[in-house]
């Protein structure tokens, strides 16, 4: 099956700093990329997706690109917000059976 | 467009006890999925309907975990004879699968809080 290692938190930076959060994955085949976010209080919610190499996803500012070379899908942010304070999960998708492999995610602290 | 739901929201109960969750998914979405998460973990998946038909279940989900999803709308997870450790949150989620990029949308949890 899928494993993810992901950046150890916690993390904090300042506000306006810049963000890139680690995601390497093992797989078989090539499955689809995903981050999921999970703010203080609530449930996970999809922030961006890759379903191919070399595709870059995007959402709220952050951007993720499918590196099928390197196997990674880092999370990057040029200029962060208190807002964006949550915890981080990369998620490769198994084709086959449609399931999601979770890392352990990364708490971010953004402070002002 | 309501999101996916869930009942309880939180449950507390004594080991030795039943328990039964509800997830009723986004309309139309043919895809159903339970996962479970632990504090400081990512969620891990248990299993996964395709309207009603259970297609993959996990080795985390041992004899004491059913799920059903009866009519291929809203599903119910069944722990029998709960322990300590099956303290958690359970997530459900749904998706129209590959016709939409396989986009898992999440709800908001049960969690169970085992005595």
């Known amino acids: 099956g899928n494993s993810v290692t992901q950046m150890e938190g916690p993390v904090t930076l300042s506000e306006e700093a810049f963000l890139t959060i680690n995601c390497t994955y093992t797989?078989?085949?090539?499955?689809?990329l995903f981050w999921y976010v999970q703010y203080p209080g609530e449930g996970l919610q999809l922030l961006l997706k890759?379903?191919?190499?070399?595709d870059k996803g995007s959402n709220k500012g952050f951007e993720a690109t499918y590196r099928k070379e390197t196997t990674s899908f880092h999370l990057e942010k040029g200029s962060v917000q208190v807002s964006d304070s949550a915890v981080y999960f990369c998620?490769?998708?198994?084709?086959?059976?449609?399931?999601?492999?979770f890392g352990t995610g990364t708490r971010l602290t953004i402070i002002p | 467009d309501t999101g996916v739901s869930q009942n309880p929201r939180h449950k507390i109960t004594k080991r030795g006890q039943n328990v039964t969750f509800r997830c009723d998914p986004i309309?139309?979405?043919?895809?159903l999925y339970w996962y479970r998460q632990t504090l400081g973990q990512g969620p891990e998946f248990l299993t996964y309907?395709?309207?009603?038909?259970?297609?993959?279940k996990s080795r985390l989900l041992s004899d004491r975990f059913s799920a059903e999803r009866p009519k291929g709308s809203f599903s119910t997870l069944e722990i029998q004879r709960t322990e300590q450790g099956d303290s958690a949150m359970y997530l459900c989620?749904?998706?129209?699968?590959?016709?939409?990029?396989?986009?898992?949308?999440f709800g908001p949890g049960t969690r169970l809080t085992v005595l």
């Open positions: 797989a078989t085949g090539y499955p689809s």
């Open positions: 309309s139309e979405h043919n895809r």
């Open positions: 989620a749904s998706s129209l699968g590959p016709s939409r990029g396989n986009e898992q949308f």
């Open positions: 309907f395709q309207n009603e038909a259970q297609l993959e």
């Open positions: 998620a490769p998708l198994d084709l086959g059976n449609e399931k999601l492999t």
């Open positions: 890759a379903t191919k190499a070399d």
